[in-house]
């Protein structure tokens, strides 16, 4: 199996694991200026994937696809740093508050595009925590969808994957065409390589090149562009974008606060263990 | 995330210094490899911003991968089976990032798959890997070895070996024998020329190789039959895949566990010669060294900063009598005077660098050019000061290493002297850095030149010339009291017209001279950052007593005091 054409779904987050006292404001939306702008951790377990599959099968194009405002190109570059050959921006005013259905809508058009034989992406973002978007794309691709991978190879024509559930691990096959959402499990992406950052760090797509100085940027160097994708570009119906296309609402939003109320004490015996692993499970604390 | 490159500011200082604008220039030869390669620089801060970005990699894996290593390769360490080496579960792991990350290799031209950095940013990053572990940054540091395949080797043999470092080929330098330890001369290992074949064969046993089973090594053998001395010795390049070798075993050591130390066996091993026959010791050898000095005192000052930052933490945790025992003065003492200490080795340090970079990139020029009178004189004076500061770097750094790290433990008490804590292991991996590349007592006989030719002395006298706001110059008095105490020191010493007594005096005289010119790197320091003031003020007012008493020494020493000494 050669000659892959792999594109890899990444988001651009607000980097919620290290969260301050300030990190919500008083209407329960995140403070996303408070918060530095991150690679969806699990999205980079995604393109380690993709990587690997390059690695190990020749003529394979690694493509790394972001939707989000112009900043988001930073998600881009930090793809190509990373070994991706390539990169696409969806943006434009239009995407504007889409919920995980008007997202899904405008990647699956972008996918369409550029009519790859696999989807990577990660299991999650750790800002909306809904592992919707992959799964979404899937369907409005019309393609089968595999979720939870830790680890994937092809066996002829066939790709192999390792699934990391709750209750043990899954080996499925699918054909191609195919959309994997992989976990936090599965091995951290490489880091940045050197000669990539040295090349692609002056990368920069048109909205970019408006905005900014490009004295320095342009200088002799030959400039290398990030293409930007719009409404138009994957000829998409703005209704179903945005805030429109959106039939999600947050309605409430309740802060979690967690008490211990009671202590228990138990001997190190196997009964003990068993029946508090029993109660755990009961009431739904783990499992 | 966690990153030892951008955690601390000194680096970025250092790698700021303003001579960086002439050695980016005439190591990039006026930028003109621009539209050769997609990752070459266009300019100045193009390059500066690579050398930041390729750092803060690096930084990164130091601190995500090989530091949280660390703990395990020191418990696992490599194991030998069937003739070679095994490295650590965690030492392959780090071997393996720095590798996909295209940083090894990163000092050498970009047509050999280098990033044709200086060694200024070349000598950060060992500092940074020695941080996280010290064993691992020899396995990190030999990729020295192709600096002289790269200085010496031929074309041929140049492109053979340099692009295989950046795809993650190890390295080693097998110089010591069983009975060649300092006095490679004895070097006795054979190589022949098997005119039938028109290759070289190596035979004989090679001791104490760091990383003795690496793919690529540099062999020093006698190549001259009927020889005994240097002269008789060359150089050769061997490919562990032409086979020929094993490896015998490896050392149990006191520390940098990770590290395989090995004996080495060939039988009929091919290798090819590295320059020309009988220049192996005198010349290749001899840069061999100068290059791994400089790395062993990046090693020193890296396990240094880890020593501090693990005795800063424990001591602003630990209490004892209600409160955090920094704030105790016997602590916090000890905590400056490392901090101190550790900043001056690491000014010293890049300094050096900063002279070895200048004249490798006027030599590399010279090869291509005829340089002008001006830039062989710029030539000559760089190579000068970089042979007198090159042991001087490592006989400080070691040594002020070992000394922060037996301090460290001290901070931590008895929780430094179980192993439940890192400082124990630092404090073992320490105790090298001031043995091997040359014992510190070898580091004296190199430096000694340094004192008796003047060399030291003029470049602190140019140090005294430069520019200083008034409110330092106090310092500079200090300091020039200090130099003249030194000159007093040097010529008492030097008037009694004996070698022996010159040997007998060459480490105090070495330390004062060091003294100064790390008072004044950071009195320059200071100069160009307010924030090193502190720092130059006390480390000046730790020398002058630590000067006075060599001085007061020498000046009451009399010559047939040595017999007191001599074993009787």
Known sequence: ?287 | MANFYTDIKDLRFHLTHPVMEKIVRLKEMDYREKDQFDFAPHDFEDAMDNFDKVLEIIGSICAEVIAPNAEDVDHEGPQVTDGHVMYARGTRENHEALTRAGVIGMAFPRRFNGLNFPMVPYVMAAELVSRADAGFANIWGLQDCGETILEFASEEIKSEFLPRFNEGATAAMDLTEPDAGSDLQAVQLKAHYDEAKGIWLLNGVKRFITNGDADISLVLARSEEGTSDGRGLSLFVFDKADGGFKVRRIENKMGIKGSPTCELVFRNAPAKLVGERRMGLIKYVMSLMNGARLGIGAQSVGIAQAAYEEARKYASERKQFGKTIDQFPAVYEMLTVMRVRLEAMRSLLYETARFVDIYKAWSFISDERQLSKEEREDLKANTRLADIYTPMVKLISSEWCNRIAYDAVQIHGGAGFIKDFPVERLYRDARITSIYEGTSQLQVVAAIRGVTTGGYLAQIREYEKREIRPELDHLRKSLITLTDGFEKSVAGVLSAGSNEMTDFHARRLVEMAANIIMGYLLLLDAQREPDYTASAELFISLAIPENNMRSEYIAGFEEKELGLFKAG
């Not at chain 1, 951790?41 to 099968?57: G, S, T, V």
């Not at chain 1, 900014?212 to 138009?232: C, F, M, N, Q």
């Open chain 1, 1 to 287: 199996m050669n000659g892959i054409k792999i594109v890899v779904l990444a988001k651009q987050v607000p980097d919620t694991r290290n969260v301050g006292p300030d990190a919500m404001k008083a209407d329960g939306t995140v403070n996303r200026s408070v918060l530095p702008a991150i690679f969806n951790p699990e999205d980079l377990n995604a393109l380690e994937q993709a990587l690997r599959i390059r690695e190990k099968y020749e003529g394979t194009t690694v493509t790394i696809l972001t939707m989000g405002p112009g900043r988001a190109a930073e998600i881009i570059r930090e793809g190509l740093y990373r070994g991706a050959d390539s990169g696409v921006l969806l943006t434009d005013r239009a995407f504007a508050g889409s919920d995980t259905l008007a997202t899904s809508y405008a990647l699956a058009l972008a996918v369409k595009k550029l009519s790859p034989d696999l989807v990577i992406g990660g299991r999650q973002a750790i800002d909306g925590d809904t592992a919707q978007v992959g799964p979404q794309v899937a369907e409005k691709l019309g393609w089968p969808q595999v979720t939870y991978a830790e680890e994937m190879h092809f066996e002829d024509d066939r790709l192999i994957i390792r699934r990391r559930l709750e209750r043990g691990v899954e080996t499925v096959s699918s054909p191609l065409p195919l959309v994997v959402t992989v976990n936090g499990t599965a091995p951290a992406c490489r880091y940045r390589h050197a000669r990539l950052v040295m090349k692609y760090k002056y990368a920069r797509t048109d909205t970019e090149l408006q905005s900014e100085s490009t004295d320095y940027i342009a200088g002799s160097r030959p400039l290398i562009k990030i293409t930007e994708w719009d409404v138009e570009a994957i000829e998409a119906d703005e209704e179903q974008l945005g805030l429109s296309g959106s039939p999600t609402k947050v309605k409430e939003i309740d802060n979690v606060i967690l008490q211990s109320k009671e202590s228990r004490q138990l001997t190190a015996s196997d009964k003990d263990i068993e029946s508090l692993v029993l109660e755990l499970l009961e009431n739904h604390t783990i499992g």
